[in-house]
């Protein structure tokens, strides 16, 4: 009896055998009772799909030559090996997760964890949805938390959106600043004691702790607090990425590629090279939106006409 990792391995395969034409009736239809066996499995059919028609119509308004066929073919390749990966990867995450969640009895206080390249979703006690990237660290009081809403970010990055309750403020201690909200969304990330939070909905009241001190930061709007400077300035949010980890959303427009080699590697918590003087002069347009890395650089390197090599825990894009 075949184990789940490699059912799913095969039907990836059969995917790439029916985009290509080349899939058997009997395969055909193993194919079609998998896609209709979950929803979740359709939406891995049809991102292959997409991906598929993205790299051929990039192909004829390229006009690629044959030098560069192999590109649509090991671009897929990556993509039929890295899925599986990714699942059980994510699969491996989420159990990692779990056993960063610790609850002290005696001290009453609950801290979440996450360690390198794992993320946590979960819903606070009021109904605030709390996403947590890599290497972040929060704790709270339940008790505490459900007369005044406090919780702190000792660490990492964070994506809050705020359950809406005008009669108890949601209030995260930052160190030497914390943020106040009544009800919105807001990224915010802390290194050390300094601060960068961005809203995307809503008003956050961003506040120094111990002396005199705020500003309102208002949709669109970011606020960064320098503890050497004890600081705080707000200024427009000119980065369209700052929450693409937590849904994979990039958006491009006529980008420089290192910018979007950092954009990635932040996204995807992977290391990439650029290899060859003339890449780093290339600009980039799109909006990319998929799981894996593999996929989104199957998009570049059909766009950019550049070579995608992975090699152990790192990608190489050369000429």
């Known amino acids: 009896m075949k184990e789940p990792g490699d059912m799913e391995e095969e039907m990836y395969t059969l995917i790439i055998d029916d985009l290509e034409g080349v899939i ?31 790299a051929d119509l990039l192909s004829v308004r390229r006009k690629a030559d044959v030098d560069r066929s192999w590109q649509r073919l090991n671009s897929k390749l990556i993509i039929r090996s890295s899925i599986l990966k990714w699942s059980v990867t994510a699969a491996a995450c989420v159990l990692l997760c779990v056993c960063y969640y610790l609850y002290s009895t005696d001290s009453g206080i609950i ?4 360690s390198v390249n794992q993320q946590k979703k979960m819903v606070l ?8 990237n890599h290497n972040t660290t929060v704790e709270y009081s339940p008790e505490e938390f459900s007369k005044d809403r406090s919780i702190s970010l000792l660490k990492g990055e964070a994506f809050f959106n705020v359950k809406h309750d005008p009669a108890n403020v949601f209030s995260l201690n930052l160190g030497d600043v914390k943020a106040i909200d009544l009800g919105t969304a ?45 600081k705080l300035a707000d200024t427009p949010n ?35 090279i650029l290899k060859g003087g003339r890449l780093k002069n290339r600009k980039f347009t799109a909006n990319l939106h998929y799981q894996t890395i593999d996929s989104a650089l199957v998009i570049i390197s059909a766009t950019l006409h550049c070579k995608v090599e992975k090699v152990k825990d790192r990608y190489i894009l050369s000429d």
Not at 201 to 223: C, H, I, P, R, Y
């Open 125 to 132: 006690p009021d109904g605030t949805i709390m996403d947590l």
């Open 186 to 230: 807001f990224n915010v990330s802390r290194s050390g004691d300094d601060v960068n939070i961005v809203v995307q909905s809503g008003t956050v009241e961003f506040v120094k702790q111990k002396e005199e001190g705020k500003v309102v930061l208002n949709a669109g709007m970011q606020g960064r607090y320098l503890a050497k400077e004890k």
């Open 111 to 114: 801290t979440v964890s996450t």
């Open 24 to 54: 058997s009736s009997s395969d055909k239809l193993k194919l079609e009772k998998w896609r209709s066996s979950s929803p979740a499995r359709e939406n891995i059919y049809q991102e292959f799909c997409q991906i598929d028609q993205m």
């Open 238 to 272: 000119v980065n369209a990425n700052y929450k693409a980890w937590t849904d994979k959303k990039l958006v491009f427009i006529n980008s420089p590629l290192p910018y979007v080699i950092d954009q990635l590697e932040k996204t995807y918590h992977t290391s990439l």
